[in-house]
């Protein structure tokens, strides 16, 4: 994978992450959050690069969203699943959804990212947290 893509992909990782975040709150369908989420011309900028990676990740965690929970939720030490930050959550399901569902990612990229992720967006814990999370459920596949 040449580095443009690499960081395409960060990016597009990125932007599907505060796409689902808008999902949350937001309760219009698919394509009409898409056009208001495109309104951001950086956003815009980004779904135009790797539109099919942003709707194959943002569709699929949110048409599969509990099957993706239940995967990792079993990993999760001292918190429950309704109970971890939305941002966290979101993080842990594009981890889960890249290593359950697109094999050229390789486990160690779709863990070190969601890790970067949760550096940016999470508290102070996340990171680790995350970490620990998804390597623990790397380690039950």
């Given at each position: 994978?040449?580095?443009?893509?690499?960081t395409?992909?960060?990016?597009?990782?990125?932007?599907?992450?505060?796409?689902?975040?808008?999902?949350?709150?937001?309760k219009?369908?698919?394509?009409?959050?898409?056009?208001?989420?495109r309104?951001?011309?950086?956003?815009?900028?980004?779904?135009?690069?790797?539109?099919?990676?942003?709707?194959?990740?943002?569709?699929?965690?949110?048409?599969?969203?509990?099957?993706?929970?239940s995967?990792?939720?079993?990993?999760?030490?001292?918190?429950?699943?309704?109970?971890l930050?939305?941002?966290?959550?979101?993080?842990?399901?594009?981890?889960?959804?890249?290593?359950?569902?697109?094999?050229e990612?390789?486990?160690?990229?779709?863990?070190?990212?969601?890790?970067?992720?949760?550096?940016?967006?999470?508290n102070?814990?996340?990171?680790?947290?995350?970490?620990?999370?998804?390597?623990?459920?790397?380690?039950?596949?």
């Amino acid at each position: 994978m040449s580095s443009d893509t690499s960081t395409g992909r960060i990016k597009t990782r990125e932007a599907a992450l505060l796409f689902i975040y808008q999902s949350y709150y937001r309760k219009e369908d698919y394509l009409t959050q898409l056009q208001i989420f495109r309104e951001n011309p950086e956003y815009n900028e980004i779904l135009d690069k790797d539109i099919d990676y942003f709707m194959l990740l943002t569709k699929g965690i949110i048409d599969n969203r509990d099957s993706i929970d239940s995967e990792y939720s079993p990993f999760l030490k001292n918190w429950k699943l309704e109970r971890l930050p939305v941002l966290d959550r979101i993080i842990l399901e594009i981890a889960v959804y890249e290593i359950k569902n697109i094999e050229e990612i390789h486990t160690s990229v779709s863990i070190n990212e969601a890790v970067k992720l949760a550096k940016k967006y999470g508290n102070d814990n996340s990171s680790s947290y995350i970490n620990g999370v998804l390597s623990n459920y790397e380690k039950s596949l």
